[in-house]
């Protein structure tokens, strides 16, 4: 089990910056892939970056260059850094951790974060 706790968001101006956190329970070198993901109003929940247990980041193409994932593995935590922030990266945004062991796939969820982003 992954317990996902979540802190950061909030309300920001176009153009603003926000950082978002996720606090794992457990070593987030045990966990395979760890991210963020988003769900606006109405709209499908999407990938917006991931980091892998080696440290490999990926970005969806609405993002890139404006968000930056990263870790503290000291404090078991992973980070979206958001900037540049424009009113349609409004949403409710996620921390996901995905396990596969024994060829099983496991995945936890924070509790969600509003970021609300005005023009």
């Known amino acids: 089990q992954v317990q996902l706790v979540q802190s950061g968001g909030g309300l920001v101006q176009a153009g603003g910056s926000l950082r978002l956190s996720c606090a794992a329970s457990r070593s987030i070198f045990s966990i395979n892939v760890m991210g963020w993901y988003r769900q606006a109003p109405g709209k499908q929940r999407e990938l917006s970056a991931t980091i892998t247990s080696g440290g490999s980041t990926n970005y969806a193409d609405s993002v890139k260059g404006r968000f930056t994932i990263y870790r503290d593995n000291a404090k078991n935590t992973v980070y979206l850094q958001m900037n540049s922030l424009k009113p349609e990266d409004t949403a409710v945004y996620y921390c996901?951790?995905?396990?596969?062991?024994?060829?099983?796939?496991?995945?936890?969820w924070g509790q969600g974060t509003q970021v609300t982003v005005s023009s």
């Open positions: 996901n951790a995905l396990r596969i062991e024994s060829g099983l796939r496991y995945d936890y």
